[in-house]
């Protein structure tokens, strides 16, 4: 299977596949590597109801914080969201269930899943909150819990590079989640900044192969904001 190169806008093909309740895995590490236009695509489709899977919620007013203004998300699966004041009262007053993950095990869920893997066992978390409810056993004399590797009905990406057949390169830290939610949809959307010919890309160089990819569309130019900007005074001559 390779990706379908479509001229269709991020709205068109989001408002095709997304459906209310559906589960959405999401690339990008805070405001870096995230899929903007598609995450706004999933915003002006109106969908409700949806369980959002990634490392994080974006701020206020950016990123999936975007989603939240307008209250399509019931549930979110993270590591960290210190970040949005409006998902920290979403929780506390119970309008937004919320699953924590440490970051390492949400990262390995989003393999294991995208690699057919239904559950794994890992020392994270046992004996705390984490583990609570979850199956547990014990090898070579160590306690561990069953974590379940996590499918997504959209997977919702960003690259830098991505050509006609869906191979991606992400560049520097936007290799985080994406190629972990990548792999980790049923369909997988990708959105590339710069989109090339068959060929064009050195295998060695992709990150996630086509075979992951199910749509891949051209991003739209934007100035990429900047989730926490520290300045120094600049120094007298």
Known sequence: MTATTTDKTARELIAELIEDGMTLAVGGFGLCGVPYDLIEAVRDSGAKDLTIVSNNMGIDGQGLGILLEKKQVSKVIASYVGENKLFAELALSGELEVEFNPQGTL??????????????????????????GKPEAVFDGERYIQERGLVADLGLVHAHTGDVDGNLVYRRTAQNFNP?????????????????GRGEIDPDRVHTPGVYVTHILQAQEREKPIEQRTTRPKEAK
């Open 107 to 132: 990262a390995e869920r989003l393999r294991a899943g995208g690699a057919g893997i239904p559950a794994f066992y890992t020392a994270t978390g046992v004996g705390t909150m984490i583990a609570e």
């Open 180 to 196: 972990l939610c990548a792999a980790s949809g049923k369909v997988t959307i990708a959105e590339v900044e710069h989109l090339v």
